[in-house]
Structures are given as C-alpha cells and as structure tokens.
C-alpha cells in the first residue's frame, strides 16, 4: 500500500506560479511510476504530467507542456509539480497518483493504483 497526500493548492491569480507537492507513505516509494491528473467541475479526470522512478523521463500534456514542470525526490519520497503562467482553465482540484503503468500509457488514470485527496487549485482572471 502507498499513502499519497498532496498540499500546496489554493488561490492564484491568472500568469501567477504554485507548487504543489505530494507526499508518500508505505511501499517504497521510489520504484513507482508518479502521474498528476486534475478534474474539473463536470468534467472528467484528465491526465496533467508523470515521471518514472529514476526521474529522468517525463511526460506532459499538450495543455501544460512549456508551463508545468514535475519532479521528484525519492529520499524524501515527494513529488513535485511547479505550475508557472496559471491560466483560468487549469483551475481544477489536482490528485497526485502512483502505480505502473506500462510504456505508453502514462496518461490513463486506470494505470495508476494509488491516489491521494486531491489539493484545490483555482487560477482568478
């Protein structure tokens, strides 16, 4: 079992920055596969960024690529993701997830085994 808890949300202004972290507990942490996905009011759960285990390849959405960077730190077993030039539309609650998901399948939420709450993240115009 893996325990995700994420932190770092709240109430930025439209081209402001936020990071968001999210903490993990149980299994060892370093060997999984770390994804973030955000769902909007009455949409569904889309994926944002993930990182795999040596932090050396990353992936993003079409949506985020040039603005959110995700990271991680696997002695502190933390993941990161640093959101810059915030848009209205990335104003979503953010869940930090962790599983295996094969090669080519990092953005399928169903992939992921473990996820956290959720952190809050709304972007003002």
């Known amino acids: 079992q893996v325990q995700l808890v994420e932190s770092g949300g709240g109430l930025v202004q439209a081209g402001g920055s936020l990071r968001l972290s999210c903490a993990a507990s149980?299994?060892?942490?370093?060997?999984?596969?770390m994804g973030w996905f955000r769902q909007a009011p009455g949409k569904d759960r889309e994926f944002v960024a993930a990182?795999?285990?040596?932090?050396?390849?990353?992936y993003y959405a079409d949506s985020v690529k040039g603005r959110f960077t995700i990271s991680r730190d696997n002695a502190k077993n933390t993941v990161y993701l640093q959101m810059n030039s915030l848009k209205p539309e990335d104003t979503a609650v953010y869940y930090c997830a962790a599983g295996y998901p094969a090669s080519g399948t990092y953005y399928t939420k169903s992939e992921y085994a473990y996820w956290g709450q959720g952190t809050q993240v709304t972007v003002s115009s």
């Open positions: 990182i795999v285990w040596s932090g050396t390849n990353t």
């Open positions: 149980g299994r060892t942490f370093s060997y999984y596969i």
